[in-house]
């Protein structure tokens, strides 16, 4: 991934947590003043819904960085391998 492209990610996940969490305020707080519970029990689901935002949002980025460390390990053992294969003069 690109740094444009992380850069971008984030700020959709940024702009959907945040749309999420707008939501939830303005919903709970018609609730209250229209004293309905509905909209009170839909603002806490957009509540939720914005923290499951950033908790996947963070799981994520972990397993990206997973994924870049990996790579980098599968680089260094393949280096190792063909600077063995050329100390042994196996190359073609």
Do not use: P
Request: glycine share 10%; proline share 0%; aromatic share 10%.
């Amino acid at each position: 991934m690109t740094a444009s492209s992380a850069t971008s990610y984030r700020g959709l996940t940024t702009f959907a947590g945040g749309f999420l969490l707008l939501d939830a305020i303005l919903l709970v707080w018609a609730g209250f003043e229209l004293h309905r519970f509905g909209l009170i029990l839909w603002g806490v689901g957009c509540a939720a819904g914005a923290g499951l935002v950033v908790v996947f949002w963070q799981r994520h980025r972990r397993d990206l960085a997973d994924l870049a460390e990996g790579r980098q390990a599968m680089r260094r053992q393949a280096d190792e391998l063909r600077r063995l294969l050329r100390e042994h003069h196996l190359s073609n």
